[in-house]
Nanobody
Framework: QVQLVESGGGLVQPGGSLRLSCAASGFTFSSAAMSWYRQAPGKERELVAQMGVGGNTRSYTDSVKGRFTISRDNIENTVYLQMNSLKPEDTAVYYC?????????????WGQGTQVTVSS
């Protein structure tokens, strides 16, 4: 059974930092591309950061470049999102995503989400 369990969300003041974690199980973690998405109230879910299978490729949405860092630990089967210099517009539910391919067909797994609120 595939599971992605996020943790680390919470309330933080503007300028603060949070580190999100996503613990994966039930599939071959090292063979999956891992991403973080977020969804703010009334908005569509957006891709925040993604990391390739080998960990050598990373990409970020423009609004978080220079502030957020995605990383993965293929021993602990965990992906992280370090978020620094947080802004109120970063407030959203953050979701962990794992994508693997079977016969060239993408299969996506999602976590339940963790709330991040940036407010003074």
């Amino acid at each position: 059974q595939v599971q992605l369990v996020e943790s680390g969300g919470g309330l933080v003041q503007p300028g603060g930092s949070l580190r999100l974690s996503c613990a994966a199980s039930g599939f071959t973690f090292s063979s999956a591309a891992m991403s973080w998405y977020r969804q703010a109230p009334g908005k569509e879910r957006e891709l925040v950061a993604q990391m390739g299978v080998g960990g050598n490729t990373r990409s970020y949405t423009d609004s978080v470049k220079g502030r957020f860092t995605i990383s993965r630990d293929n021993i602990e089967n965990t992906v992280y999102l370090q978020m620094n210099s947080l802004k109120p517009e970063d407030t959203a539910v953050y979701y962990c995503n794992a994508r693997k391919f079977e016969f060239l067909r993408p299969i996506d797994y999602w976590g339940q989400g963790t709330q991040v609120t940036v407010s003074s």
